[in-house]
């Protein structure tokens, strides 16, 4: 926000798709007098009325930022210094700033930023996009200056804050780098999954298992590049369940405070629909990347073997070799298929959701899965993993507790003794009102608003 002073001017490297996703932000804070970009086809036309000039008649014109809006944030940086352009001038588009007050005390976060730039007039299909958001909110409120940048990017050259933060959350590969810039400011490492060294282990134990088996060369998907984010952080706030918290060293479990992620408030079970739509033998996988370290292949083998149930999957992509191993399961198999990409405020998830009465996820390593809570907000039965469950999964779904075949069998037959009985339309409408309750943007903006006044008090801030 502009707090009622005039609008410092800038200048935007770029006009793509990139500046596009960002024009709201930008033009809301600064004046921008001219575009420019290395494509000399675009010299001398314009973008939204303003001018767009070649690279070398930057330095004829007057301003206080030049904002570079392009996935080739390293080398456009480089390319100006050498044409002399002060670096304090240079902005990334990656870095995002909501400001409350001149004097403020300020925070700065690693994570999300394209949350920052999202059309509110759209339905938002990522998560993270509205916890960002919440985040932002949640400390402006308690009166600190915002500054964020993406969780990948570089940020050395660039300065960050006005002044030296209070305190610094974010993810890796940042966070680490964040605690050794900002030693001095609290640290919190946001954690949306399993600790990386547990992750890494089961990705390799399953992968391997689905090797031999299908005399295949699967890579390892979904590894964790090893880092110290949990051991720097002074406090760790985690998405997921107790269980998640067990997958950390013992020595950093008292560090972690859970919080309850969100879910989108568009997605309602219609009980009446279901009841006429639904199918006791359809059973859904809603998935993204790591086939393996989200049970895929497990799920894939035993529906293959039991025709007396569907299975449906939405999601992807589908690693090549993965593809290759499970082609006949994927493609061949008259009770499975598989639907690929479906985003999720897309009217076909819908469909499929008051088709299936079960959604089965035999994760090896998760915080909590978005795309089950969200489906049983439309009414789905959960059958998970302890990896991918919440803590009272018992009173709501099936606990998967061994991760191979036979685990997944045993989990679809007692399934099938809901299907089979009377209370099933009740399970339906229980799962919808747990997670309405319990995760949506509300509670986790209460999370997060307690958490981080706990963490505030035990540093002597209130």
């Given at each position: 926000?502009?707090?009622?002073?005039?609008?410092?001017?800038?200048?935007?490297f770029g006009v793509g798709s990139f500046y596009e996703d960002r024009r709201i932000n930008l033009n809301?804070?600064?004046?921008?007098?001219?575009?420019?970009?290395?494509?000399?086809?675009?010299?001398?036309?314009?973008?939204?009325?303003?001018?767009?000039?070649?690279?070398?008649?930057?330095?004829?014109?007057?301003?206080?930022?030049?904002?570079?809006?392009?996935?080739?944030?390293?080398?456009?940086?480089?390319?100006?210094?050498?044409?002399?352009?002060?670096?304090?001038?240079?902005?990334?588009?990656?870095?995002?700033?909501?400001?409350?007050?001149?004097?403020?005390?300020?925070?700065?976060?690693?994570?999300?930023?394209?949350?920052?730039?999202?059309?509110?007039?759209?339905?938002?299909?990522?998560?993270?996009?509205?916890?960002?958001?919440?985040?932002?909110?949640?400390?402006?409120?308690?009166?600190?200056?915002?500054?964020?940048?993406?969780?990948?990017?570089?940020?050395?050259?660039?300065?960050?804050?006005?002044?030296?933060?209070?305190?610094?959350?974010?993810?890796?590969?940042?966070?680490?780098?964040?605690?050794?810039?900002?030693?001095?400011?609290?640290?919190?490492?946001?954690?949306?999954?399993?600790?990386?060294?547990?992750?890494?282990?089961?990705?390799?134990?399953?992968?391997?298992?689905?090797?031999?088996?299908?005399?295949?060369?699967?890579?390892?998907?979904?590894?964790?590049?090893?880092?110290?984010?949990?051991?720097?952080?002074?406090?760790?706030?985690?998405?997921?369940?107790?269980?998640?918290?067990?997958?950390?060293?013992?020595?950093?479990?008292?560090?972690?405070?859970?919080?309850?992620?969100?879910?989108?408030?568009?997605?309602?079970?219609?009980?009446?629909?279901?009841?006429?739509?639904?199918?006791?033998?359809?059973?859904?996988?809603?998935?993204?990347?790591?086939?393996?370290?989200?049970?895929?292949d497990l799920v894939l083998e035993y529906f293959k073997n039991d025709s007396s149930v569907n299975l449906?999957?939405?999601?992807?992509?589908?690693?090549?070799?993965?593809?290759?191993?499970?082609?006949?399961?994927?493609?061949?198999?008259?009770?499975?298929?598989?639907?690929?990409?479906?985003?999720?405020?897309?009217?076909?998830?819908?469909?499929?959701?008051?088709?299936?009465?079960?959604?089965?996820?035999?994760?090896?390593?998760?915080?909590?899965?978005?795309?089950?809570?969200?489906?049983?907000?439309?009414?789905?039965?959960?059958?998970?993993?302890?990896?991918?469950?919440?803590?009272?999964?018992?009173?709501?779904?099936?606990?998967?507790?061994?991760?191979?075949?036979e685990g997944i069998g045993q989990a679809v037959r007692e399934s099938k003794k809901i299907a089979n009985?009377?209370?099933?339309?009740?399970?339906?409408?229980?799962?919808?009102?747990?997670?309405?309750?319990?995760?949506?943007?509300?509670?986790?903006?209460?999370?997060?608003?307690?958490?981080?006044?706990?963490?505030?008090?035990?540093?002597?801030?209130?």
């Amino acid at each position: 926000m502009s707090n009622g002073k005039a609008k410092s001017k800038a200048i935007i490297f770029g006009v793509g798709s990139f500046y596009e996703d960002r024009r709201i932000n930008l033009n809301n804070e600064y004046n921008i007098i001219k575009f420019t970009d290395n494509n000399l086809n675009l010299w001398g036309t314009e973008n939204n009325g303003i001018e767009i000039i070649p690279p070398n008649k930057i330095k004829d014109y007057e301003f206080d930022y030049i904002f570079i809006a392009s996935s080739y944030d390293k080398e456009i940086k480089s390319q100006l210094i050498d044409m002399g352009i002060e670096n304090n001038k240079i902005k990334s588009t990656n870095y995002y700033k909501s400001i409350i007050g001149e004097n403020n005390p300020e925070v700065l976060i690693s994570y999300v930023n394209t949350s920052f730039y999202v059309d509110l007039n759209k339905k938002i299909t990522h998560g993270n996009n509205i916890e960002s958001m919440i985040i932002r909110g949640v400390f402006n409120k308690l009166g600190y200056n915002f500054y964020s940048i993406n969780h990948d990017t570089l940020f050395d050259d660039y300065n960050l804050c006005e002044s030296y933060p209070r305190m610094v959350m974010g993810v890796e590969p940042n966070f680490p780098k964040l605690c050794n810039t900002y030693s001095k400011a609290i640290k919190i490492y946001y954690a949306t999954g399993s600790y990386w060294e547990y992750q890494n282990c089961m990705i390799k134990k399953r992968t391997d298992e689905v090797n031999i088996k299908k005399n295949a060369n699967i890579d390892y998907s979904r590894l964790v590049q090893p880092n110290k984010s949990a051991e720097c952080a002074d406090y760790i706030i985690q998405i997921g369940s107790n269980y998640t918290i067990q997958t950390y060293p013992e020595k950093l479990r008292k560090k972690i405070y859970l919080i309850r992620q969100s879910t989108f408030g568009y997605l309602n079970l219609d009980i009446g629909t279901k009841l006429t739509q639904y199918s006791k033998k359809d059973y859904m996988w809603f998935g993204s990347g790591g086939n393996i370290l989200k049970g895929l292949d497990l799920v894939l083998e035993y529906f293959k073997n039991d025709s007396s149930v569907n299975l449906h999957i939405i999601g992807g992509p589908l690693e090549n070799k993965f593809e290759k191993a499970y082609y006949e399961e994927l493609y061949n198999t008259e009770n499975i298929k598989y639907y690929g990409f479906i985003p999720i405020s897309d009217s076909r998830i819908l469909e499929l959701a008051n088709r299936c009465s079960f959604i089965i996820f035999p994760s090896c390593s998760e915080g909590m899965p978005g795309s089950v809570l969200n489906m049983m907000r439309l009414g789905l039965i959960p059958i998970l993993s302890l990896s991918a469950a919440f803590d009272e999964i018992e009173k709501y779904g099936i606990v998967i507790h061994k991760l191979n075949v036979e685990g997944i069998g045993q989990a679809v037959r007692e399934s099938k003794k809901i299907a089979n009985s009377k209370e099933i339309s009740k399970k339906f409408e229980k799962c919808y009102e747990f997670v309405k309750k319990n995760y949506n943007e509300k509670t986790f903006e209460e999370d997060f608003n307690r958490i981080i006044s706990e963490i505030f008090k035990l540093n002597g801030i209130y």
